[in-house]
Structure formats: structure tokens, C-alpha cells
């Protein structure tokens, strides 16, 4: 007996049409245009599609208008709460707009990211949607030699491939220095994931640290990306074995933060007046961990509500008229609270 996916792959757009009583354009119409039927004359189709099993081959029509109505986006991981605010927003934009989203995740991978936007082009997608602008000039040329929409997120750089959406993470770093230096601590610690946005916070903050001028010092511990909670005892153990007498570590998101909070409770340590700890991202916990924890805000959501509305108006027929619409940057704001 075959099975119901062969049983499936065997019914043609003609049984439909024939059970139907219909035309094979009256089909096709009820799959992609069904606003374009008499309501009977859908009912009749759809009640032979299902009767029948058949499943329609949407890559033949997007062979055939060269639209496929989907967007690929890829992220480094879906466990981070920020990137999944930005996917959400991304979905409901691009959704509310007859589009739909294929994710793909990297797992901070540069031949895994390759590897998915050459399936997504496969796929025949309008539009991708990458994060960071650290991507191989080769793989850039090969996105936009296939006429595809791009936006970069969550970083930007002053010459945009096509689109960029996102915050300076080098200036996020600086703030989060200065913040610090300004609480009088000179002996500080960074903790993040060994990946190039964590590279670029780092550098922001040595940066500012030096430009102090006041002698203070700065120590790094960078895990292999993604970064586990679990190793940030492991990572704080490092930092002090370097810089006995740490007084702030600024840890590159909100989950490492909040881990760190728990490190410093079986130490015994209190936060702030033992040390101060910062993260970034302003997630949920942040506003619900004691002490509660000072970070910084970063506009997950409007990244992604952004980054449909720029992918929208090209795929409609807009052109970029300037900077402006090809590179937004929604900033990253130091939200104090408890912890630092």
C-alpha cells in the first residue's frame, strides 16, 4: 500500500480540475488567488483538494512569477531571547504582508550561515535577512548577483551591500565603560562569547577605558560562541586569577549577567559594593533578578518591525532613496538599576 505521501505526490492539479468540475486555471486561482473565486466555486475546489490529498507545488508557481512570497532570515542561535523578539516582529511584519519567514540558524558558524543562504536562494526567497555585517565579501556578491533583497542586522558599518539595520557595538561597549569608570572602578572585566559583535563591545570598551586616562585596566575572558551560563564561574574565576581585586565585569548580554549574579550569591559576594556587574540586552529578567540588574537596552523588536518595513518597500518596487532608508540605527540606551 503506498503511503499517504506517495498517495499525495500522485494526485495532479488535473484530478483536482476534474473532480472539481472546473477549469485547471480555476484551480491554480483558488491556490494563489482565492480572493479571485465566487465563494461556491472555492468551496467546490478546496473540497476536491482535500478529498483528493493534493498537495500544490508552490515552487512551480514561483518559477513561473518569479515570487515566492517567503523571506529567509538566519540567526546565530534561537536560545537567545533577544534574537527570538526580533524574529517574532520580523514574522508578524513580513506575515500581515502575505510573506512568510524560513529561519535558519548558524550556531555562530560562517560556513553554516554560507551554507544556508545558498538553500534559502535555492528556495527562490525575495528577501534575506542576515545577522551582522561580518559576512564574506564572495557570499555578499553571490546574494546580491541573485537580485535579492538584504538587510544586515544587529551591527552596521558605513557602507551598506543593500540594507542595514541595527546599533554601533563598539559605541554600546564605550557607554558601558564609561559607566563604569564614572563609578570609580579601575580594575574591570569583560565576559562574552568569542564571536564578532561580543569582538566589537570589547574593543568599544578598551577603547574608552584607555582614552580614561586614568590607568585602569581591563581583563577579558571570551567562551566559544554561543556562551553557556553555566560557564561564567568558570570565566569570573579566570578574570580574577588575572586582575586579583576586579571591582565591574561587563558581561556581553543579559543571560551571562544573570549568571554571573547567581556566581556572585555562592561566593557569597555582594553586588554592587563587591562587584559591580553590567549586561546587555534589557531582556525580562533583567528587571527580575535581585539586585536588578543595570544593562543595556537594545531594541530587539524594533529591529525586526524595521527590518520587514525596509524589506516591504523594496520588494513592492521602493528603492532606497538615501543613507536614511538603507541604514537605521536604532541605538542601545544604558538602563541603570541595582547591579552596577
Excluded at 551591527?155 to 563598539?170: I, S
Amino acid at each position: 500500500m503506498p503511503s499517504p505521501a506517495a498517495a499525495s505526490a500522485s494526485v495532479r492539479i488535473h484530478d483536482v480540475a476534474r473532480v472539481a468540475g472546473v477549469s485547471l486555471v480555476t484551480v491554480s486561482r483558488a491556490v494563489n488567488h482565492p480572493e479571485q473565486l465566487a465563494p461556491e466555486t472555492l468551496a467546490r475546489v478546496r473540497a476536491a483538494i482535500d478529498a483528493l490529498g493534493y498537495v500544490p507545488n508552490l515552487n512551480a508557481g514561483s518559477l513561473a512569477t518569479r515570487r515566492s512570497g517567503i523571506v529567509g532570515a538566519i540567526v546565530p542561535t534561537v536560545a537567545n531571547a533577544v534574537f527570538s523578539e526580533t524574529v517574532e516582529a520580523l514574522t508578524q511584519g513580513l506575515g500581515a504582508a502575505g510573506y512568510q519567514l524560513l529561519l535558519g540558524q548558524s550556531g555562530y558558524r560562517d560556513a553554516d550561515e554560507a551554507a544556508l543562504v545558498e538553500t534559502f536562494l535555492g528556495r527562490r526567497v525575495e528577501g534575506l535577512v542576515l545577522t551582522g555585517t561580518g559576512q564574506a565579501p564572495a557570499l555578499l556578491q553571490r546574494i546580491c548577483a541573485a537580485g535579492v533583497a538584504l538587510v544586515q542586522t544587529w551591527d552596521l558599518d558605513e557602507a551598506p551591500v543593500d540594507m542595514q539595520v541595527g546599533f554601533d557595538n563598539r559605541a554600546a561597549g564605550a557607554v558601558v565603560a564609561t559607566h563604569l569608570l564614572g563609578r570609580g572602578h579601575r580594575r574591570l572585566g569583560v565576559i562574552g562569547a568569542d564571536e564578532p559583535r561580543s569582538r566589537q563591545r570589547l574593543a568599544g570598551f578598551r577603547q574608552a577605558v584607555e582614552a580614561d586616562g586614568t590607568g585602569s585596566m581591563v581583563e577579558a575572558a571570551l567562551m566559544p560562541a554561543p556562551a553557556q551560563p553555566d560557564d561564567v564561574g568558570s570565566a569570573l574565576q579566570a578574570l580574577i586569577d588575572r586582575a586579583p581585586g576586579l571591582q565591574a565585569v561587563f558581561c556581553t548580554n543579559d543571560l551571562l549577567a544573570a549568571a554571573l549574579l547567581f556566581e556572585c550569591q555562592r561566593r557569597g559576594w555582594a553586588v554592587p559594593q563587591r562587584l559591580a556587574v553590567v549586561g546587555m540586552g534589557d531582556m525580562a529578567l533583567a528587571r527580575a533578578t535581585w539586585p536588578r540588574l543595570t544593562t543595556l537596552r537594545i531594541h530587539g523588536q524594533r529591529i525586526g518591525e524595521q527590518a520587514g518595513q525596509m524589506l516591504l518597500a523594496r520588494l513592492r518596487g521602493g528603492e532606497a532613496a538615501g543613507p536614511s532608508t538603507r541604514r537605521v540605527d536604532v541605538g542601545a540606551v544604558l538602563v541603570e538599576r541595582d547591579s552596577g
